[in-house]
């Protein structure tokens, strides 16, 4: 059986397999079957992300990411949703640091159509680009800006985070979503060159999983994607490396309207792909993940200074990754007596690591996050690509799970006491301007 | 314009698709164990992560008078100890089974939702089973919880689409109806409630001859019999009591209510009324009318306000059960939600009123009813490829009094349905004069714009 793996013993591969091909141009491709359930998932990676836009062009990538569905040579306007949901498939797109994917979901009798979609837009979409669909976009990016961040509580505070962990000029010190700015700023030349430097077939890994005839899959991905041409324009990303540690601790405190003050902060920890981001992931999820964890009891259970506490991992390859701290205060609970907490549990869990029922949670946790990430052909597309462009091998993606139950509670230990200190990370305290919840008791009877 | 790089690359016609293969929503077999408990399940082959969903009968309407939220607590309270261990140490047995334990309360009742890997699927359905059936409640734990959902209150209604909802119910019902009023209660109601008041509810109302549980996953070396006998057959409970709920009504005459949030850089749209629900024979011809409408960004409304005028990240129309039963007196919330920059607003409803007026004029096009049945029905493989999927839709066809090939039927009415019945059921669920407009935004910047449009009477509350 294409997936009879169970999740504890034979955890890893789990009996998936992948097979990789590479076209003449230079377009990877990977490929899994599995018969279970009538679905094929196409994936594309662009290993093109917000690293890559230089200074006063942030956010273009992402909005580059919106033209990819303004239509190309043969597909006209939404012609791309149009025909993928007409067919009964399910897509998208989606842009971050180090990357930029489409992924169409299909009954598994479409799969063709939307091979034919992927090659049309990667081949001409300059032939159908213009200045309506730049200008439409725009907007729909600003309100996309507005809606997810500027109005919303804590909503820019992510941006905040990576502005303060990665410096002035380092590649990821700003957020995919980019500045408004530099959105209003972006022209139809701007997007050409952008197109014609990271938009190749030697740039991108395709995937393909599921209800699929291998040799047919390949000669369909051969007849669309073979003739468009590589070529080598593609500027590497500015150098993303940076000491292990921050060196010492930063601090912002914002004023805003919000509804309860919260302690956030930013950790620099291993770049992912290596034993240590995975053991950096345990001991995040053994200090903030979940019910158990030992921030969440002391905080939530214990002290009941907060509301909520927890901790999560932005792993990337291309620079350290990030350990995100967001703790929201309860009722007039003020930050330093949850800073004070926090820093004990960080310098308890240093010096003595995690117990082995810790582990064991932690790693089961783990564990089924991956089997969830695997539950689905679109899933498995995106992982097989993921390993394929940013470790260049997709097999990783087979056996991650095996790598994250094999670290050790030392190397866990190490790594804490190595990255979670005061000297290595940016915190960001938020204290409402308005009174904060516990005063402002008058708002709710007005419901 | 032209291209060095497409000028080179050889074209070929769009493909045609292949012959479909067959695919039917899973048919679940259903026992009834001796203490009466129901239970639905389904082997999904491939499906390594199990999924448990457990269907209690407590609706938010049983809460008794000034305790609203005693339903919410309870159900957070049923994970926070048990006869066999204390909170913390039921969270750290979970955790270790890799599973998530989630239970929230709403109107039809209370639903727990388990999500465990298959091999560890034995223990994790003992710890449901025990908070279910001997939850500890303790004094502390259920004093926690309550200042935990006060504390939660604050960070709700500065969400602008928590906000919005939470307005257009208090606007749409009655105000002694449970449905006019926050579902997880207020700071007033929840500030009453105690181990006492949440012990009362769970006795009144948790008991297997009322319950449901319903479990898909791979089985694979499961014996699901055993496990189920050893765990949630041991929940015991009196004999059901039937529960009649009242009527649903709603006053939908066009008026609009500016939740004012000076300096908001943008306007959070809810656009709601009540309407026809699962029970009720146009559900297919409205769930497709209202996809055509609003379901995606290609419908009617984000083809005006998105992708022609870029107001709007998305605008999406939706029907969504409040309440569904064999007897007919269920209703749906029919809505249209989204957000808008500010500056927009007035324009934005503007179109979205001509979006509407030109639905009523014209109708549907075959062309667009094809489209969304394609996509409706054809979407089915792909949306319950996971176990958690399946789950959830059969426990709400419960929960609704369904039958449990209702999603399987649906697609066979959908497949069934025409251009002028989505066109009328689609019509008839957003009226233009009949609609609730709930704007969240500065009022400042656009109550005029908002006035002028004369979609009904104007207020302003504070936001």
Known sequence: MPMGHTATEQAGSGGLTATEHRLANGLRVVLSEDHLTPVAAVCLWYDVGSRHEVKGRTGLAHLFEHLMFQGSAQVTGNGHFELVQGAGGSLNGTTSFERTNYFETMPAHQLELALWLEADRMGSLLTALDEESLENQRDVVKNERRQRYDNVPYGTAFEKLTAMAYPEGHPYHHTPIGSMADLDAASLEDARAFFRTYYAPNNAVLSVVGDIDPEQTLAWVEKYFGSIPGHEGKQPPRDGSLPDVIGKELREVVEEDVPSRALMAAYRLPQDGTREADAADLALTVLGGGESSRLYNRLVRRDRTAVAAGFGLLRLAGAPSLGWLDVKTSGGVEVPEIESAVDEELARFAAEGPSPEEMERAQAQLEREWLDRLATAAGRADELCRYAVLFGDPQLALTAVRRVLDITPQEVQEVAAARLRPDNRAVLVYEPTEPTAAEDNDEEADQ | ?463
Not at chain 2, 78 to 101: N, P, V
Not at chain 2, 361 to 370: C, I, K
Request: some cysteine.
């Open chain 2, 1 to 463: 314009m032209s291209d060095a790089v497409s000028n080179a690359m050889t074209f070929h016609p769009q493909p045609a698709g292949g012959e479909p293969k067959p695919w039917a929503f899973p048919a679940p077999e259903r026992a009834q164990l001796p203490n009466g408990l129901t239970v639905l399940h389904s082997h999904r082959p491939g499906q390594q992560v199990v999924a448990v969903e457990i269907d209690i009968v407590a609706p938010l309407e049983a809460e008794p008078a000034g305790l609203d939220g005693v339903a919410t607590i309870m159900a957070r309270a049923l994970s926070e100890g048990t006869d066999k261990h204390d909170a913390e140490e039921f969270a750290a047995e979970l955790e270790r089974c890799g599973a998530t334990l989630d239970s929230h309360a709403d109107h039809p009742g209370v639903r727990v939702s388990l999500e465990v890997p298959a091999s560890r699927l034995d223990k994790a359905l003992g710890l449901l089973a025990d908070a279910l059936r001997a939850p500890a409640f303790p004094d502390g734990e259920v004093e926690r919880l309550v200042r935990n959902r006060l504390d939660e209150i604050p960070h709700e209604l500065a969400n602008p689409a928590r906000r919005a909802a939470m307005a257009l119910s208090k606007e749409l019902f009655p105000a002694d109806s449970r449905m006019s009023r926050p579902r997880q209660g207020t700071e007033e109601t929840v500030t009453r409630i105690d181990a006492a008041a949440v012990r009362a509810f769970y006795e009144a109302h948790v008991r297997p001859a009322t319950a449901t549980a319903v479990i898909v996953g791979d089985f694979t070396g499961v014996d699901l019999d055993a496990a189920l006998a050893e765990t949630l057959g041991a929940w015991t409970g009196s004999p059901a009591e039937p529960v009649k709920a009242s009527p649903i009504t709603a006053d939908d005459t066009g008026r609009v209510v500016i939740v004012d949030r000076p300096g908001a850089v943008q306007t959070q749209l809810l656009i709601g009324r009540i309407g026809a629900d699962r029970h009720d024979r146009v559900w297919p011809a409205q769930v497709l009318g209202t996809y055509c409408l609003g379901g995606t960004l290609t419908s009617r409304l984000d083809r005006v306000l998105r992708e022609e005028k870029g107001y709007t990240y998305g605008v999406r129309a939706f029907g969504q059960v409040l309440r569904s039963s064999a007897d007919g007196d269920g209703a749906a919330m029919l809505a249209i939600s989204g957000s808008v920059d500010t500056a927009s607003t007035g324009p934005a409803l503007e179109d979205l009123w001509k979006v509407l007026r030109t639905l009523a004029a014209e109708g549907l096009t075959d062309a667009e009813r094809d489209v969304a049945v394609q996509n409706l029905v054809g979407v089915a493989p792909l949306k319950y490829e996971t176990a958690a999927a399946v789950a959830g839709t059969l426990a709400d066809q419960v929960e609704q009094q369904l039958p449990d090939d209702y999603q399987a039927q649906l697609y066979v009415r959908l497949a069934r349905t025409g251009t002028v019945e989505a066109t009328a059921a689609a019509v008839n669920a957003f009226p233009v004069d009949r609609l609730v407009t709930v704007l969240v935004g500065d009022a400042a910047e656009i109550e005029e714009p908002v006035k002028a449009l004369g979609i009904g009477e104007v207020t302003v509350v504070k936001g």
